[in-house]
């Protein structure tokens, strides 16, 4: 089973198997085996793009991430300056790809997020013609937020502060494919799932499907709601250390998975928030029946009872995100 991937943090697991190591000591702190920086990357997804770095299982990467728009955006951006920069695109600077010896299609990658930190800035935006209600909000906005070491939240408004809580939008592998490929819609990969409960601590699992895995990282959120709704989250950059551990014959999923210390989660999209849904159900039916081996109805069943939708992103055209969790305690 993967759900006590981590719970025992890997503990620089360095080999490849069929099922997670055991553990009883949780790792607190980690240190990295080697560095990748924004400069290391790619802005589409392709299994043509030759990996910056080749590891072993087990390894643990630090990587820096750019902000989402890939430099396009600074300090000195204006709201008049939004609709040019969408038009240059693309968006999202991915560092990667990372090749992990050894993965092949049918294989699964697990990513344990180890640590994230705030840089030292960030933006929010809108951008004219994207967002969930672009139709209405047609004028272009954008705020530019500055951090200080050791913040924790940042002042929208007088008397409104949003907590820090970091993630990266995208995570994913290479796409079986040498086609380029815009990194805006998440797809079977991965890719930009912008679910905020992908934060430190968690382990996300990616289907290999090409040789080596191809994995990359980016879009860094410094917070965001669940929807995303206006298109933009605090964009900034941010220092992510991942530890990547190769499982052989994996579980097969149609899109990633992820856990945390309480839950176990799958995801879903689709064009439509209820064709996202319905497959991130399918695939909650098909997670009890591994895990248990109670029949579909059965499964289908305590999903209904136990297990919980959420709404992850709703503006990455043309697919919306969708997740479905349920708890450890529950299983």
Sequence with gaps: MYRSLVLVALLAFTGCSDAPPSATEVVSTVIPDTTITAENGHNKWSKTFEPV??????AIVEAYLVEASGGYVTRETVAEDLPGILAAGPFHALTGPVAVRGAEPGDVLAVTLHEIEVQDWGWTAVFPGFGFLADEFTEPYIRIFEFEEGDTEVEYAPGISIPFRPFPGVMGVAPDTEELLSTVPPRHNGGNMDDRDMVEGTTAYFPVLVEGGLFSIGDPHVAQGDGEVSGT???GPLRVVYEITLIKNGRQ?????YESPTHYSVTGYGVSIDEAARMATR????YIVDETGMSRTEAYVLASLAADLKIAEVVDVPHMLVTMRISKDVL
Excluded: F, K, N, Y
């Design 233 to 235: 989250a605090i964009e």
């Design 253 to 257: 999923m149609p899109s990633p998975q």
């Design 53 to 58: 770095l080749t590891v072993d299982s087990g």
């Design 283 to 286: 695939t909650m039916v098909d």
